[in-house]
Structure formats: structure tokens, C-alpha cells
């Protein structure tokens, strides 16, 4: 199930508000210029599946979102455990371009800081959020890892985050805590 929880910045422990129904979810984010939207895709793939597997699985589903929503460019979003090698994605950053997160399987957590809340999306298999560019953004992934999910971005350019340096990111309910 799919959960909105908006945290006023002065306390990041206690939402002020948190809603389960996909409808209140989208009208909420849609007011702050964020789509969310649930479509089932018909895929099984495991998070942790080699990316050359997930690609074969998922090539008409990727191909599907990026002429939709007119992307450029994709990453994956691929993790089962943890992987301390790659790069933090719980850090707080920004994309220069439109960026749609779409989860495949799994589950993750991304917050968005905008117009002085912060709304943290509960996002499982068929989720998915469309995020304007330059919004700070954080993914949480939580302890132990487990997530498929597709970033796809207007431009090339728009794959590289810009990380903010806010550490304060790191003090709103995970993944783990909700």
C-alpha cells in the first residue's frame, strides 16, 4: 500500500498528515506540481536480478514510460541488501530535469522538500511519481535493502543529482520508522 506522510521541517518524528488513498496521495502531491500515479505493469522481476536480465524483462514497460513522458535518458534503481559501494541515494540532492520514478518490485521511499514541508511517498511495485526538476529529492531504501525501480529523466543531462549537502534529510521517519 502506497503512503503520503507531510512533515512539517520542525518535526521530522511526527507527521502531520499521512493518507493511504491513492486519490488523497495524488491530489496532495499534485498540488505541489507532483504527479503520483498506480498503474499495475504485469512484471516479475526481483530486485538484485543482473541489469541485463531486468532490461530484457522490462524493455517494453521502459520504452512505454520514456515515450510517455517524453524521457531521455534512464537509470535502474536495483538493489537487494546492501551495497555499500554505490552511491548513497538517501542523500539529499536535485535532477536539472524532469525525473519519473517508477518502482518495478520492491519498495522505497522518496521524500520531496517543497513549498516548506516535506512529503515522504511510500512507493511499491507499480508506483509511480513524476517529480519536477530541480526538487529536492531523497531515496530511502531503509536496512535491508530491497528495490527495482526505474529513474527516468527529460535530458541527459538531467541524470546527475546535484547534492544539496542538507544533511537534514537524514532526520525525517525512514522506511523502517513509518
Not at 21 to 32: G, N, R, V, W
Request: hydrophobic share 45%; charged share 20%.
Amino acid at each position: 500500500m502506497s503512503i503520503l506522510s507531510v512533515f512539517h521541517p520542525s518535526s521530522p518524528d511526527l507527521p502531520n498528515k499521512v493518507l493511504t488513498h491513492p486519490d488523497d496521495i495524488a491530489a496532495t502531491l499534485a498540488a505541489q506540481g507532483v504527479r503520483f500515479a498506480h498503474a499495475e505493469h504485469g512484471l516479475h522481476v526481483r530486485p538484485g536480478t543482473p541489469e541485463d536480465e531486468v532490461l530484457g524483462a522490462c524493455r517494453g514497460y521502459l520504452d512505454q514510460l520514456m515515450t510517455a513522458h517524453g524521457s531521455k535518458a534512464f537509470v535502474m534503481l536495483n538493489r537487494h541488501g546492501e551495497a555499500p559501494a554505490q552511491v548513497d541515494v538517501r542523500d539529499e540532492h536535485e535532477h536539472a530535469a524532469e525525473e519519473v520514478f517508477a518502482v518495478v518490485s520492491g519498495r522505497a521511499q522518496v521524500g520531496l522538500r517543497l513549498g516548506g514541508w516535506v512529503y515522504s511517498v511510500l512507493c511499491e511495485k507499480g508506483d509511480q511519481l513524476v517529480i519536477p526538476a530541480g526538487a529536492r529529492r531523497w531515496v530511502e531504501l531503509g536496512e535491508a535493502p530491497f528495490c527495482l525501480a526505474l529513474r527516468l529523466y527529460a535530458s541527459e543531462q538531467g541524470v546527475q543529482a546535484r547534492f544539496t549537502g542538507d544533511v537534514t534529510a537524514r532526520a525525517f521517519l525512514g522506511i523502517d520508522e513509518l
